[in-house]
């Protein structure tokens, strides 16, 4: 994978630069692969930034959003689920 070693981590050369949905969600496929190609219709993210709901979305994920950090329910609103805390989780994985 371009831009990534072996071990899933960063290389060097992309340090500090942007992120974007298209490199997150070949980690999604990594992780994926690693389970035994577990599939993308089962997995899902959890995280806080509209960037994290859009690398699930692209890796064929489902995506839960946390309104935790920076980000409110209204940027989030493209995720599968928004929760406002993780005493939520449960419930929101529960109705996916």
Known sequence: MRGWNGSGWPNSSRAGRAPSAAN??????????RA?????????????TP??????HAAGCH???????????????????VIADLGELAGALAAL
């Open 36 to 48: 035994g190609n577990w599939p993308g219709a089962r997995t899902v993210a959890v995280g806080d």
């Open 24 to 33: 997150a969600s070949e980690l999604f496929d990594l992780a994926r692969r």
């Open 63 to 81: 995506s839960i959003a946390v309104t935790t950090g920076s980000y409110g329910r209204e940027a989030l609103a493209d995720a599968d689920a």
């Open 51 to 56: 960037l994290d709901v859009s690398s699930a």
